[in-house]
């Protein structure tokens, strides 16, 4: 079955850290731009960041730039999405998406919670 | 940064009524803008993508035109199922920015 399936999800204080990982099964995942979407509560969809298939391009939006690091290990089949100094803005459900088409997410995880919490 | 906006933010329709959403970009775009649905509780799923081109195994009754700046995503009878949130999404260049979304609900 062609799936995402993101983990490492959870509540941590401001400041701290957090690894997001995202387990790709049923595709061949090294021939694919990997994505993470994040949704804080009861908002909108905002993109985080993207890494092409070869690890040639790795793009990240200024809100975490400097803060969070994308990664991939094509071999495992997994994206990580590692999150430092975080911030209470940065609370919100995390998605793993496989890009096709230039840019788009053409398939979702179903997302992992991060909660930013005292 | 392009700035995506859409309307309205809320549509109230009956099933079987014709839905029309509109997204306009800052700049031109080209035809790069896809098409997203989002039901309470689900991750969205691709619908439309460079703007006219359905992605696989999204129903006919679902459609989308606009080039440049202006586009819009048709549904053309509402099912019970299409009442959700829907978003756009460009890919012209980083960041690839989306829209604040169309909230579509039962009347």
């Known amino acids: 079955e062609v799936q995402l399936v993101e983990s490492g999800g959870g509540l941590v204080k401001p400041g701290g850290s957090l690894k997001l990982s995202c387990a790709a099964s049923?595709?061949?995942?090294?021939?694919?731009?990997m994505n993470w979407v994040r949704q804080a509560p009861g908002m909108g969809l905002e993109w985080v960041s993207s890494?092409?298939?070869?690890?040639?391009?790795?793009y990240y939006a200024d809100s975490v730039k400097g803060r969070f690091t994308i990664s991939r290990d094509n071999a495992k089949k997994i994206l990580y999405l590692q999150m430092n100094s975080l911030r209470a803005e940065d609370t919100a459900v995390y998605y793993c998406?496989?890009?096709?088409?230039?840019?788009?997410?053409?398939?979702w995880g179903q997302g992992t919670l991060v909660t930013v919490s005292s | 940064e392009i700035v995506l906006t859409q309307s309205p933010a809320t549509l109230s329709l009956s099933p079987g009524e014709r839905a029309t959403l509109s997204c306009r970009a800052s700049?031109?775009?080209?035809?790069?803008l896809a098409w997203y649905q989002q039901k309470a509780g689900q991750a969205p799923r691709l619908l439309i993508y460079?703007?006219?081109n359905r992605a696989s195994g999204i129903p006919a009754r679902f459609s989308g035109s606009g080039s440049g700046t202006d586009f819009t995503l048709t549904i053309s009878s509402l099912e019970p199922e299409d009442f959700a949130v829907y978003y756009c999404?460009?890919?012209?260049?980083?960041?690839?920015?989306f829209g604040p979304g169309t909230r579509v609900h039962i009347k």
């Open positions: 460079d703007a006219s």
């Open positions: 999404q460009h890919r012209n260049n980083w960041p690839f920015t």
């Open positions: 049923g595709f061949s995942f090294r021939g694919y731009t």
């Open positions: 700049q031109s775009i080209s035809s790069y």
């Open positions: 890494i092409t298939s070869s690890d040639t391009s790795i």
């Open positions: 998406t496989r890009g096709g088409g230039g840019g788009y997410s053409f398939l």
